[in-house]
């Protein structure tokens, strides 16, 4: 399956028993979408949910390569690389028993709905916390993935940039206010989006205490840590997002 969920965005689906069974939130794949031109790179796709069996992701329409992608019909094979890096810690003893908040800016709401999947399976075996997700949009219409998390039974809080849903502002904004009353020692913040988004949800996680697990997005040729093209700066020197990340402690990044 490849279709179109709304003007802009498609799901594709793959029978691909092996990636889908080892996959975890946070990781992600490099497609093959062509071998020809300029769009013979592959292109990486974090994982958006695992439905029997089945991988999905998520895109956007937004160049050549993508639009090449939505062509695709079923059955027709595509080379697909994964699943790749490192995910999100949610079942460590750090983070276990921790109030999970998802904050999702954009796309970045893709691999956070396989994330509040697996919360909510860690919730069904006796876990006190709910999860709660923060959807950050530039409007209304630009929301993402709000029936998902619901359906994952979290608790979805909504910020547009223009006020046509939800509170008005950022959605960082948003976060700040709901910390501010929150036992925050209890919390943790998955956060995934543009990076200016990124920066500032470390800059809170540093300044109020909270622990962030951050998932980077960057530019990625190989995806399997060859190129040092997708490196970005660490307390711990120069980091690979698509080998040491894309999920980074916020405590450690460099923005
Ligand atoms: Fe090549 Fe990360 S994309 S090292």
Not at 25 to 30: D, S, V
Not at 98 to 117: H, Q, R, T, Y
């Amino acid at each position: 399956m490849n279709q179109e969920q709304r003007p802009g965005y498609f799901r594709i689906v793959f029978d691909c028993r092996d990636i889908a069974d080892a996959a975890v939130p946070g990781q992600f794949c490099m497609l093959k979408v062509a071998d020809k031109g300029e769009i013979l790179l592959r292109r990486p796709l974090s994982v958006h949910r695992i439905e029997n069996g089945k991988l999905e992701f998520l895109y956007e329409l937004i160049g050549k390569g993508t639009r090449e992608l939505s062509r695709r019909r079923p059955g027709e094979g595509l080379d697909l690389l994964g699943p790749l890096g490192n995910g999100f810690d949610y079942s460590s003893d750090e983070y276990a028993a921790k109030k999970p908040i998802l904050v999702a800016g954009g796309m970045g709401a893709a691999p956070l709905v396989f994330l509040a999947e697996k919360l909510r399976e860690r919730k069904n075996k006796g876990s006190k916390s709910k999860t709660l997700v923060l959807i950050g949009a530039k409007t209304k219409s630009h929301i993402l993935c709000e029936k998902e998390f619901k359906n994952y039974g979290c608790d979805v809080k909504i910020a547009t940039d223009n006020g046509s849903a939800g509170s008005r502002g950022r959605v960082t904004a948003l976060l700040e206010g709901i910390l501010s009353e929150e036992e925050t020692g209890q919390a943790v913040i998955y956060g995934c989006g543009p990076n200016p988004m990124l920066k500032e949800l470390s800059r809170i996680s540093n300044e109020i205490g909270v622990p962030a697990q951050l998932s980077l997005e960057a530019h990625m040729a190989c995806g399997i840590g060859a190129c040092l093209g997708c490196a970005v700066r660490t307390k711990e020197g120069y980091q690979r997002v698509c080998k040491e990340g894309p999920v980074f402690d916020a405590r450690k990044m460099i923005f």
